[in-house]
């Protein structure tokens, strides 16, 4: 893969904040080892964590950029348990919004997606926005787009490992998403690992990706990074 490639580590509901620091602590000493000219790294830990993580990027000035993995449809006010844009926007650069599992556990729709985006992206924050088909809506202002088909997500349940999508299928999305957005921006999510990465390097319009499961093991991330 010849292009600058994004990776972004989407830990979901994962780590503590010492989690965090030690992960960045160890990964930080595997970087060394890794090219990196053609690779930008995010990070996406849980909103509690993501304080640490700025803290020891910013001491150890890490090449690492941080993202948040939801954002509040609405501004800084009395929305009880909600993190504004705002509030990410003083840690992260990111936010990734309309996660499947945002959609299946929480029953996020596309009006609330659009307004999440919207709110993101008043703050200056750059939307990573996830698309579970070639049909999905994509709102306007999504600055990154994921295709992640649910199917091919990993369960996260050792011993089984997640399938993901055929390349050929990935391409034919991209390319429906590519002639309906105009956008290049196209990032594939679902059991991307170091076994599986290399399935996907003769995608045309491939990006980067979003790297679930194999993200929480600082050792697995940084061998799937090696073989980019
Ligand atoms: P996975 O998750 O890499 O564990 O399949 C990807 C995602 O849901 O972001």
């Not at 996830?130 to 306007?140: F, G, H, M, S």
Request: glycine share 6%; with cysteine; charged share 25%.
């Amino acid at each position: 893969m010849d292009k600058k490639l994004l990776f972004i580590a989407n830990w979901k509901s994962n780590k503590t904040c010492s989690d965090t620091v030690e992960w960045l602590a160890h990964f930080s000493d595997e970087m060394t080892r890794l090219s990196l000219d053609n690779k930008d790294i995010v990070i996406c830990p849980p909103f509690t964590a993501l304080f640490s993580a700025y803290m020891y990027i910013k001491e150890h000035k890490l090449p690492i950029s941080l993202g948040a993995q939801d954002v509040s449809p609405f501004d800084e006010g009395m929305h009880t348990g909600e993190i504004a844009p705002i509030q990410i926007k003083e840690l992260a650069d990111y936010v990734i919004i309309g996660h499947s599992e945002r959609r299946r556990e929480f029953l996020e729709d596309d009006a609330i997606i659009a307004k999440k985006v919207q709110s993101a992206k008043a703050v200056g924050l750059a939307t990573i926005v996830c698309l579970q088909d070639e049909n999905a809506q994509v709102p306007k202002g999504a600055d990154i787009l994921v295709y992640e088909p649910p199917r091919a997500i990993s369960s996260g349940i050792p011993g089984k490992p997640g399938v993901p999508d055929d390349p050929r299928k990935i391409s034919q999305v991209f390319t429906q998403i590519h002639n309906k957005t105009n956008k290049n921006e196209l990032l594939y999510g679902g059991s991307v690992a170091s076994s599986t990465i290399d399935a996907f390097s003769a995608i045309p319009l491939l990006r980067g990706f979003l790297v679930g499961g194999a993200s929480l093991d600082y050792l697995e991330f940084a061998r799937l990074l090696s073989k980019c």
